[in-house]
């Protein structure tokens, strides 16, 4: 079992957290205080690669493995953690379009959005369906020319700021085998979009509510087969945990780096801080809890690249216990600045703000230990 990254993966993350530093770290709480992510830094996260890592190279992508991308979101988290988990949300869309979508909607849409000339939302949380998303009720009517959707998404990052949505909305009867994926674009008549939300963190995020008042697209923007959406959903949902994980590890990171810097400059009593034993074991404890967490994040995304049969409860597992500790890393980091850490200046407390929904989306964390518990379940019955 090998556990160095190759040559190429190590190039790969030191490229992403270059690009992190100089492009994203210095303008992060501008962004958040604008509540926006220039466009011209995502073609410029799209010139590296970065806009379609996993999709095959022969679509238009970058072609890399999951592992691989778990490395860039890592890298770019280490800057910003809300940026990064931007980027993350338009690949897991984008990669549905390139598996699902029909050759007119891939060459519609394909180049642009790899390119992160435009952008894409996944919208499938709404109002009254969060964790059991197989009750959700956007429901898409056929018509003589595709589809006329009706209903409203909640929570949805690039909410009126995106180029492109790909919803999950129900097309049959009650159930998630009732439920499509069909693609809807801005502008598409019968659009419309909330205001965008005051959020604890991830504020450089535009998040809006998706509205849709008999919004029509045409039939060739329905993704894949009619009826199988939900499973297109779940199937997206393993690699969106494995992205949302590594970016809660490349933040929780970024803030033990600057516990560490800080311990060594900040003196009491007559010594740096470093120099108490008590705080030196607060620091192993949160090196030695993020090696875990790395270790389990890759192995899970081993796992869903190499197709195992357990990999959706890995991908689970890795997505509870990484943002579960990262946020405590985080916060045990801006413990040891003591109140230097709740002002803006040191930038940890954005970190444990942005943080801390990733113990929500994609799948809260409880739904994640129900997922396990039920795997756990099945193969103790086929034992």
């Given amino acids: 079992m090998e556990f160095a990254l190759s040559e190429e993966q190590a190039l790969i993350f030191d490229t992403a957290r270059a690009f992190g530093a100089d492009a994203i770290a210095p303008h992060a709480y501008d962004w958040e205080k604008e509540g926006t992510i220039p466009r011209e830094v995502l073609r410029a996260a799209g010139e590296l690669g970065f806009g379609a890592l996993y999709v095959p190279e022969e679509l238009g992508g970058t072609g890399l493995t999951r592992l691989d991308a778990t490395l860039v979101f890592e890298a770019l988290s280490m800057a910003c953690p809300s940026v990064a988990a931007f980027i993350s949300i338009h ?14 909607l891939r060459d519609q849409w394909m180049e642009k959005l790899a390119s992160l000339e435009a952008v894409a939302s996944y919208c499938l949380t709404e109002p009254g369906a969060g964790s059991d998303a ?30 492109v949505y790909v919803v999950m909305c ?18 598409a008549e019968g659009l419309s979009f909330g205001a965008f939300e005051r959020k604890m963190g991830w504020k450089a995020q535009p998040t809006a509510q998706v509205q849709f008042d008999a919004c029509e697209v045409p039939a060739g ?3 894949g087969e009619e009826g199988r959406g939900f499973s297109y959903a779940m199937e997206g949902l393993d690699g969106g945990r494995l992205n949302i994980a590594a970016c809660a590890l490349g933040g929780a ?10 311990t060594g400059e900040r003196t009491a009593f007559g010594q740096s801080l470093d120099r108490f034993q ?10 030695t809890e993020l090696q875990a967490a790395r270790v389990f994040l890759r192995q899970a995304a081993w796992k869903l690249d190499t197709g195992a049969g357990d990999a959706t409860k890995f991908c689970a597992m890795a997505k509870r216990f990484v943002t579960d500790t990262a946020s405590r890393v985080a916060n045990d980091a801006l413990q040891l600045f003591g109140g230097y850490g709740y002002l803006e200046d040191y930038g940890v407390e954005k ?11 994609e799948g809260t964390n409880e739904i994640m230990r129900v997922i396990v518990a039920r795997s756990l379940l099945v193969e103790r019955d086929r034992s």
């Avoid at 690949?91 to 699902?100: E, G, Q, R």
């Avoid at 009867?173 to 693609?183: E, F």
């Avoid at 990171?253 to 800080?262: G, I, M, N, P, T």
């Avoid at 008590?278 to 090196?287: K, N």
């Fill in 351 to 361: 970190i444990v703000r942005d943080l801390r929904v990733h113990q929500i989306l």
């Fill in 170 to 187: 129900r097309t049959g009867d009650a159930g998630p085998k009732g439920i499509s994926t069909v693609l809807v674009p801005n502008g």
């Fill in 278 to 287: 008590a705080l030196q074991f607060r620091l192993a404890d949160m090196e």
């Fill in 134 to 163: 197989a009750s959700l009720r956007t429901r898409a009517a056929r018509t003589d020319t595709g589809w006329s959707l009706t209903g409203n998404k909640a929570f949805i990052s690039g909410g009126g700021y995106s180029d």
């Fill in 91 to 104: 690949n897991m869309c984008l990669n549905m379009i390139a598996k699902y979508g029909g050759e007119a």
């Fill in 253 to 262: 990171q970024a803030a033990l780096d600057a516990a560490l810097r800080y």
């Fill in 221 to 223: 923007h329905l993704l």
